[in-house]
């Protein structure tokens, strides 16, 4: 049969990277587009045994890629793919230098912003967090080679061989890697294949190379080139190169420049740098968890008038619902509805005392602090009262606010809005209309500040739902001698609804899932302050308010959502719900009712964060619980590559802290509590609803150091603080030498069953049978289901 053996994965054991290759059966798998997915497919579904080049070592067919071997760590002589040099060769994507009397004021891949930020430069910090030795030669002197190909014209001699020496003093580089970035000046109407590949072969033959090497080309960014893209994917496939596809976001309205310059502009802006360099590290096996990889990308400002009253909400719709966004109080939701009743669903309490001086004064306007907060109010550095401005101070004493970044803006009397930086409603590709906003959140409780944090918002409708992803941007700004590196409870999102909302349901903890067994979490003995129920972790990730069972009801579903590469996001199954000031008004009246979607993050890290969910309305209890059972099921994907973010992993009584790019989770920290020293940390995966009985075995790839046993612990759903809810078994056999290995340990326990909220691992504690862990830290890489 025909066959070819093609590299299928990379990834790393310790400080060696490795290529697994496997054998391709060209007469089921045919070199076509379904022919490619197919086979991807199935190796990914473990439809093959593969071969881990330079060990040996087989992995056996039915193991789910990607994966090391752990039969294959022992090999004494690997041969790690590494990088040490690449040669980035392409046309003005890579680089234009300054055009004299032109819109082209510096020299970079042009239409990004600034030489970092073009997608060469990007791609090559990238492939530092792996390789930190790795330099790459940056040239765009292959554009010409697009069409003189095809003329024979293309100076090799000059172009590659003669540049490299001038640039390297005659001595250039052996290079290991070479991507080869072109296609835009490619004119399909005269393209020839056979010659095309003939001289490529003499491009690729011309630069010099390392013993082994590795070549990526891609496919165009622009249309009308869909013939010359299709050869160069073929040709990779014919030399076992890589190739990464753009095909779905060829002349994307969100990656056009704003020049006036039609030739600059149709380049991408630095969103569409970043895509690039994304998908092409992720090609590498270096994925960092950037979102421009994602279907969600940052928008530029269409306007929103601070001064016409008109413009006050930006409208989304379709024939069942309208959805209102509130430009003042940070583009939050601030009416929504059934077009039937136009009755708004949102609590948007109407204040007027706001302090002299201020424009608001004696005027009627938006609480900052309501409404449906979609995007987030965020919590990190617990510490009472003292906030990370210095010297201010919110005199919230008791609440344990520490930083509070509100959506909305600050609480009252200062009332200060937070800041729309961009907002835009436009057409995507996948979801259809869409609300975009970026905005810088307000502190709570301390006048006009803000702090280093970001957040962005993208909502659609689908049917009475309200779709829903949001990052959170952290950045290194935030910087407070409290910042203990833990987690917090978040409102993430928070929905403030009309007060009469009191009808709150959740999964009952102990009954199966999705059965219609409900308990009521209506906080009863209310006062005139703010007052929640303890948090409740649900089988389900659903919670509703409403009238009554056969009244209007709104649900907070959050199961997570594929954010556009296959990795969902957003998984929680930890709510709160409140009441505040009374159980009678209307959309602008004090009295509220409320949920929350809680989940416990760790915001002291400065990075980029995101969140996803739906706001489901219906007509009835019923009808909420419908809709939610035509959405996907909550996420049981179970996978957590930390060497592109923490996944939102959450920490209590210990600190994990990004260091020199990896995430270090210091589980042994101690704390003395009645005059015992003890280590009690725990480190844990964010609240989902998984099934027990498809995780039989937890596969921890992590380095430890001075750990020889921790507890694997788990919660089953249920009320916070309920410790019959909360399950362990020992987890020993650890070496803590602080060598990366992989550790596997079942799941077998008579606990282990129906569904589990959250699993992680916990300090070993004294009198506990296990050795103490005191001062014992791990690094994670990855942890998953096998």
Known sequence: MATEHLIVESFSSGANAYQITVERDLTKFPRTIKGNEAFEKAVRGGGFPCTVVGTGCVIPKGTRLTLIPPDCSSNPNPTP????????????????????????????????????????HRLEAKIKTRYPA??????????????????????????????????????????????????????????????FFAE???????????????????SSFWGGHTVSSAALQEYATLHNYLFVDFSDRVDYPAYQSDYDDAGIAR????????????????????????????????????????????????YIENDLIKVGFLRDTGAVIGYAAFKST????????????????????????????????????????????????????????????????????????????????????????????????KIRPRVWAVPDEYVDIV??????????????????????????????????????????????????????????????????????????????????????????HGEGPDSVTVGLYTPGIDRGDGVRVGLNSRFNTGQFVGVFGEWDDNASSYVNANPLVNYDNPGTYENAGYIVLGTSFSDVRSKVNALPRPDQSFDFDFTTDNHRWWNFDCRMI???????????????????TSANGIFAAPYGAWEASGIQTIEFDMAVTGI??????????????????????????????????????????????????SVGLRATKVNEGLPITNGGHLIPYRFRKV
Request: proline letters at 5%; glycine letters at 8%; aromatic letters at 14%.
């Open 81 to 120: 793919v590494t990088y040490s040099w690449g040669y980035f060769g392409g046309n003005s994507f890579n680089f234009v230098p300054i055009i004299p009397s032109s819109e082209w004021t510096h020299g970079s891949g042009m239409a990004a912003s600034s030489l970092d930020k073009d997608f060469a």
């Open 134 to 195: 790795f330099q790459a030669y940056v040239t765009s002197q292959l554009s010409p080679f697009e069409t003189e190909y095809l003329t024979d014209d293309y100076n090799y001699a000059a172009r590659i061989t003669g540049d490299l020496n001038t640039n390297f003093s005659n001595s250039p580089p052996a290079f290991d890697l070479i991507d080869l970035s072109i296609g835009e000046n490619i004119d399909d109407g005269t393209f020839n294949k056979t010659k």
């Open 200 to 218: 490529l072969d003499q491009l690729i033959a011309t630069i010099p190379k390392a013993a082994t090497y590795t070549v990526m080309l891609r």
């Open 267 to 314: 380049h991408w802006n630095d969103d569409g740098h970043e895509l690039i360099a994304e998908r092409k590290a992720s090609k590498l096996g270096i994925t960092t968890g950037s979102s421009a990889s994602s279907d969600f990308v940052s928008q530029t400002d269409e306007g929103w008038s601070k001064t016409d009253d008109n413009l006050k909400l930006k």
């Open 342 to 437: 136009n009755r708004n669903l949102v609590n948007d309490y109407q204040v007027d005392n706001a302090l002299p001086g201020d424009p608001r004064h004696g005027t009627v306007f938006g609480d900052k602090g309501r409404q449906w907060m979609w995007k987030g109010s965020l919590y990190w550095t617990p510490g009472s009262g003292w906030q990370v401005v210095p010297g201010k101070n919110t005199n919230q004493y008791g609440f344990d606010t520490g930083g509070n970044v509100v959506e909305g803006g600050s609480l009252g009397p200062f009332y200060d809005e937070s800041e729309v930086l961009a907002s835009r409603i436009y057409n995507h590709p996948k979801y259809g209309q869409m609300f975009y906003s």
């Open 455 to 544: 957040e962005e918002g993208w909502a659609w409708l689908q049917g009475t739902s309200i779709a829903y992803f949001s990052r959170q941007i952290i950045g290194p700004g935030i910087t407070n001698p409290q910042m203990i590196y833990q987690a917090r409870a978040q409102e993430l999102p928070c929905l403030y609804s009309l007060a009469p909302f009191t009808y709150v349901r959740m999964a009952d903890a102990n009954s199966a899932p999705w059965t219609n067994s409900y308990v009521d979490r209506f906080k009863s003995d209310f006062s005139d302050n703010q007052n929640f129920t303890k948090a409740y972790m649900t089988p389900e990730c659903l919670v509703t």
């Open 658 to 676: 990004k260091e020199n790019g990896l995430w270090k989770v210091y589980i042994g920290d101690v704390k003395t509590d009645n005059n015992v």
């Open 708 to 757: 020889t046993a921790l507890w694997l612990e788990w919660y089953k759903p249920g009320e916070e603080n309920d410790q019959s809810k909360v399950h362990r078994k020992a987890f020993t056999g650890l070496i803590g030498d602080g060598v990366r290995r992989t550790y596997s340990i079942s799941t077998a326990d008579p606990n282990w069953n129906g569904i589990v909220t």
